[in-house]
């Protein structure tokens, strides 16, 4: 029903900042929620926040409070993950993902190909 795409990964030096988007097609992106996981080699794939469908509630996984912001911007059909303070430990492929019943870290049945992240000590 929705396809995703995600953008913006590449090589950071540690403290740094990055920005990835995620173009969801379809006219029907205000009906799901959304979110953000990602995978290291070697290691499953892992939770790191979430976003209602008007973006009134998120949700964080610890690792990344404080440094990480989820945001989404409906009428462009576009999702983000603003990245500050980077960490070596952070560097992983990461995932868009988008669910019609997502509550909190479940409920995802859509995924993007993913955008490596590397960041570099």
């Known amino acids: 029903q929705v396809q995703l795409a995600e953008s913006g990964g590449g090589l950071v030096q540690a403290g740094g900042s990055l920005r990835l988007s995620c173009a969801a097609s379809g006219r029907t992106f205000s009906r799901y929620g959304m979110g953000w996981f990602r995978q290291a080699p070697g290691k499953e794939r892992e939770f790191v926040v979430s976003?209602?469908?008007?973006?009134?509630?998120?949700y964080y996984a610890d690792s990344v409070k404080g440094r990480f912001t989820i945001s989404r911007d409906n009428a462009k059909n576009t999702l983000y993950l603003q990245m500050n303070s980077l960490k070596p430990e952070d560097t992983a492929v990461y995932y868009c993902a988008a669910g019609e019943k997502v509550t909190m870290t479940r409920g995802f049945d859509y995924w993007g190909q993913g955008t490596q992240v590397t960041v570099s000590s």
């Open positions: 976003i209602s469908r008007s973006g009134g509630t998120t």
